[in-house]
């Protein structure tokens, strides 16, 4: 079992920053890629950015590239998610994810079966 608890979203204004954070702890002898998805009021769960065990391969949803920059420190246990230049529309709760599916571009078909997911932090951008 994989345990993911996410930080850092809030309210900023639009042209803003926020970085979020996700702490992974329990017992886990795989490496896997973890990501991002955001979920707004009345739609659907959408991919964000996922990025691989080693981190040397990422991948975006096209709304965000440009703005969100994923990273990982494996001695933390922690993935990150940088988000500049927000926009209202980026207004979603936000959730950490794992899996061992190691082909990153898979994290964003719609049929997609993540294994693991955190509980979700909010994030509002206001304008």
């Known amino acids: 079992q994989v345990q993911l608890v996410e930080s850092g979203g809030g309210l900023v204004q639009a042209g803003g920053s926020l970085r979020l954070s996700c702490v992974a702890s329990?017992?886990?002898?795989?490496?896997?890629?973890m990501g991002w998805f955001r979920q707004a009021p009345g739609k659907e769960r959408q991919f964000v950015a996922a990025?691989?065990?080693?981190?040397?391969?990422?991948h975006y949803a096209d709304s965000v590239k440009g703005r969100f920059t994923i990273s990982r420190d494996n001695a933390k246990n922690t993935v990150y998610l940088q988000m500049n230049n927000l926009k209202p529309e980026d207004t979603a709760v936000y959730y950490c994810?794992?899996?061992?599916?190691?082909?990153?571009?898979?994290?964003?078909?719609?049929?997609?079966?993540?294994?693991?997911w955190g509980q979700g932090t909010q994030v509002t951008v206001s304008s």
């Open positions: 990025i691989t065990w080693s981190g040397d391969s990422t």
């Open positions: 994810a794992a899996d061992n599916l190691s082909i990153l571009s898979l994290w964003s078909t719609r049929r997609v079966q993540i294994t693991y």
């Open positions: 329990g017992d886990n002898p795989s490496r896997p890629a």
